[in-house]
Every structure is written in C-alpha cells, then in structure tokens.
C-alpha cells in the first residue's frame, strides 16, 4: 500500500534562509514522487517530480528535491526563501503502474520578512 | 481552454438539497479526477476516469456521491441529500500521458 508522511504542518523560516519541508513515503513499487504547491486561492502546481532518474530533481521557483531510496525520503529544499513562497506544499506518491496519487495532508510554509 | 476550468466557485446550500459540481478539463486530456480537500487535511481521491474506461469509483465516501464524464470530456459530481460533512473544496485535476496532473481552482461547498 502507498502513503506518504509530510513530517511538519507549519514551517516558519526568514526571508533568505533555507527551506527545508520533509517527506517520508511507503510504496510497493518503484514510486513516482511530486511535490505540488498551492497559493491561496490559487489552483495546485506541480513544482517538480521524480520517476526514476536523478535522484536530485530540480523543480520551479528554484526548489529541489532529493529522492532517498534508503530513507524512503523526498525532501523539498531551496537555499533561500522568498515571501512569494508562503503557500502550502504537498507531497505526492504513485506507485509505478497506477494512476492513483496520494497526497500528504500538506505542509503550510509561512515566510518572515 | 486554457487550464482546468471549475463551475462554481463556490457553493452554498442547504443540508437535504442536491448539488452539482462541474469540471472543463483541458482538451485532449484523457485522464481526469475529482479530489476532496477538507480543511487541514490533504486531498482525498473521489473518482478517476480513463477516456472510455470505466471510472474508479472506490473513493467515493457514500452512494449520495456520484460522477459522470460526458463525451470523454465534461464531469459533472453530484451529491445528493447533501450533508454538513460535505463541506469541503472539490478539486478537479486532468492529466494527459506525462504524469502531470493539472488542478481547477476548485468548488467550495458549504453545506448550512
């Protein structure tokens, strides 16, 4: 069975300092990861995605992701935060051969200026 | 269109009434999914629709929930007798062959 854990429901950081959203997930088969990001009332946005390549995974806005088969992790980092980050991040597993995502229960990223 | 277009954007009806939710997906996306996003939780997965495929509908929570998908195109969710526990934002997504999923901007239903 696939689920995936997002670690932290509040992250708070300074404008200029690293973000650092944590992921853990469970699957059978050899997953595919995402992270979404969704700004107030605004549609979910696929910030980047992992499916069996890099495990370094370069994504939009200047976020990354690292895929850790051994840690079963895919943390979302960016080495400097922008107030324009301030949203709510999802992490998101399929297992290879399904259609059926399952999202974390979100992680919401507050940026101090 | 452009994007995934939702109708309404919001909803706000009495418990015991029906409602219908519909979805524009992107042209020629093959794939489209309704999601539950309830406040403070993460998205819960309703139903999935394949071009002529018969949909998966093991998500739905009751049988007063069900969706329809016309032509392959349009989705219409309806919940019937709706309840205070339906409250929540209905989220669209449809994806073509890349994995990626494109998402409206949802329906917020608030049942009084």
């Known amino acids: 069975a696939q689920s995936v854990t997002q670690l932290d429901s509040h992250v708070s950081v300074s404008e200029g300092t690293p973000v650092l959203l944590r992921c853990n997930y469970s699957s059978s088969y050899s997953p595919s990861l995402f992270w979404y990001v969704q700004h107030p009332n605004k549609g979910l946005q696929l910030l980047l995605k992992y499916t069996s390549a890099a495990t370094l995974v370069k994504g939009i806005n200047g976020f990354e992701a690292e895929f850790k088969k051994s840690e079963t992790s895919f943390h979302l980092t960016k080495p400097s935060a922008h107030m324009s980050d301030a949203a709510e991040y999802f992490c998101?597993?399929?297992?290879?051969?399904?259609?059926?995502?399952?999202f974390g229960t979100g992680t919401r990223l507050k940026v101090l200026a | 269109g452009a994007g995934v277009s939702q109708s309404p954007s919001n909803k706000v009806t009495e418990k015991g009434k029906d409602v219908e939710l519909r979805c524009d997906p992107i042209?020629?996306?093959?794939?489209l999914y309704w999601y539950r996003q309830s406040l403070g939780q993460g998205l819960e997965f309703l139903i999935y629709f394949q071009g002529n495929s018969a949909p998966d509908k093991s998500g739905l929570p009751s049988d007063r929930f069900s969706a329809e998908r016309t032509g392959g195109s349009v989705s219409t969710l309806t919940i019937q007798r709706t309840q205070q526990e339906d409250s929540a934002v209905y989220l669209c997504a449809s994806s073509f062959a890349d994995e990626k999923l494109f998402f409206g901007s949802g329906t917020q239903l608030s049942v009084l």
């Open positions: 998101v597993v399929r297992s290879s051969g399904t259609y059926k995502y399952i």
């Open positions: 042209s020629g996306h093959t794939a």
